[in-house]
């Protein structure tokens, strides 16, 4: 598989909610950034207790893949992302960076805007 399906694909799962399999997705001492946050998630037990954590309160998260890019071991991708809880949405636009070796996240990084996040009420 290519690393723009590897990417596709883990975004994908946000829908379904399958945390083992967006975890499998990652190396052992994958790192999951979301940059403007606290401390990066790193390993697949670390990204796992996230997820889980998410899945909490999260309906789904419907991701929906505007632009990509390829450049090596990097993908690149703009989404929009919409995440629902109940039959509330709440999109936003997110920039990411995902380094792809051998099959396998090595980092996921999502740029998003904080005021986007506070005033759709998620943060």
Do not use: S
């Not at 994958?30 to 309160?57: S, T």
């Not at 632009?67 to 997110?94: F, Q, S, T, Y």
């Amino acid at each position: 598989m290519d690393n723009e399906q590897i990417v596709r694909d883990f975004v994908k799962m946000w829908a379904v909610r399958d945390a083992a399999g967006m975890v499998a997705c990652f190396a052992e001492d994958g790192v999951y950034d979301n940059v403007p946050e606290k401390a990066p998630m790193v390993g697949r037990q670390a990204i796992r207790a996230w997820l889980d954590k998410c899945f909490e309160h999260l309906t789904r998260v419907d991701v929906d893949v505007l632009n990509i890019a390829l450049n090596g071991e990097w993908v690149l991708c703009e989404r929009l992302d919409d995440h629902i809880i109940g039959d509330k949405h709440m999109p936003l636009p997110v920039m990411n960076a995902t380094r792809v070796v051998d099959g396998k996240i090595v980092m996921f990084r999502d740029y998003y805007d904080r005021k986007t996040v506070a005033e759709l009420g998620m943060g």
